[in-house]
């Protein structure tokens, strides 16, 4: 049993209570490999934004649960050594298991050192999500360790599975949720999903450009939640805004993204001003980075060093992170 406290992290709790108060959203990155995590660090730091790090089952198996771990570790150090270098404050770090599906992957991650897990159980039935949540609950809060439940599906992917459909959260349920499960956030549906094609182009209008714009996020039942949780922690997943620079550079070398439509970044500006303490983003850093690495060779279709395009694909990551924390969660400077 390694305590998160011993490597560095912290856990959500303080975080959300001054996002709450603040009215931002803490980004929580999806990180799979070393440049994601070098990018994400650096750009909280330069912009001193608390962070969440972010590890899915889907990292879990490509890069494994004990380097990503590590690799959390890493970003701590980083991070401390980057904050002295530059004269500024140390940020608040919180290693978080993604779309945990089981009871015992929840309690390894725990056992490993992460400072925060989700138990997604909305697959399941409300009562078997109760009790699958209310199971982890007991376990983490043992060792301070804070777990996100959801209600409400999401359409897209999480992890291996596939929803079609999304299904809002019923706000009728979450005060029952909340209070039997004890959890310390929680993540609702109204409106964001998955991946890069959140709509489809029949669900959206059409601007004078050609645009695709989306259907608005139901903001109606995020305020029916709020009033029936009054401060209480929610957490927005699928938040990517699927950046059109970044689809059209990945087209324009060579690509083939076809109707891809994210959330509004003034909506989750919006968002992040209400109750929403938690904002995940993956899909964003993805399409930029392969963008990067695209254009990357077709101008330079030589090169062979991975640090050849996987530095710039590092460093569009960067200037993506640091814009959302300034311009969309409102997280810059409250580290
Ligand atoms: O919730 C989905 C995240 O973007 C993680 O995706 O399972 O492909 O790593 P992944
Ligand atoms: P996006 O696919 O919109 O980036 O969502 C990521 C997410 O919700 C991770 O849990
Ligand atoms: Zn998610």
Request: negative net charge; hydrophobic residues 35%; aromatic residues 8%.
């Amino acid at each position: 049993m390694v305590s998160y406290k011993d490597l560095g992290f912290v856990n959500t709790k303080e975080m959300f209570k001054k996002a709450m108060a603040g009215k931002y959203s803490v980004p929580a990155y999806n990180f799979n490999n070393m440049e994601q995590i070098q990018a994400i660090i650096t750009a909280c730091v330069e912009t001193q934004s608390p962070v969440i790090l972010q590890v899915s089952s889907g990292a879990r198996k490509y890069a494994n649960q004990t380097l990503l771990q590590y690799m959390g570790q890493g970003a701590v150090e980083m991070m401390k050594v980057l904050a002295a270098e530059k004269g500024l404050k140390e940020i608040p770090i919180s290693l978080h298991l993604d779309h945990g599906d089981t009871f015992e992957l929840c309690k390894s991650c725990i056992d490993s050192g992460f400072s925060s897990v989700m138990i997604d159980g909305s697959h399941h039935s409300y009562d078997e999500n109760v009790a699958l949540t209310k199971q982890v609950v007991e376990y983490a809060h043992k060792f301070d360790v804070t777990v996100e439940g959801e209600l409400g599906v999401l359409a897209g992917i999480e992890d291996d599975v596939v929803a079609e459909k999304s299904t809002y959260t019923h706000p009728s349920e979450v005060e029952d949720f909340v209070s039997k499960t004890g959890v310390d956030s929680l993540a609702i549906s109204i409106g964001t999903s998955h991946g890069a094609n959140k709509f489809k182009p029949e669900q959206c209008t059409k601007n004078e450009d050609g645009i695709f714009i989306p259907p608005p996020l139901r903001f109606d039942i995020l305020e029916e939640i709020e009033k029936r949780l009054p401060g209480f922690p929610i957490v927005l997943h699928g938040s990517s805004s699927v950046p059109r620079d970044a689809v059209e550079m990945i087209n324009a070398n060579g690509g083939a993204l076809k109707d891809a439509v994210g959330i509004p970044e003034q909506q989750l500006r919006e968002a992040s001003k209400s109750a929403v303490c938690k904002i995940n983003i993956d899909s964003d850093g993805r399409l930029w980075m392969t963008a990067a690495i695209r254009k990357h060779f077709n101008d330079k279709p030589s090169d062979f060093d991975p640090r050849q395009y996987l530095g710039p694909a590092r460093q569009a990551l960067i200037d993506m992170y640091s814009k959302k924390n300034k311009d969309v969660l409102g997280s810059a400077g409250q580290a």
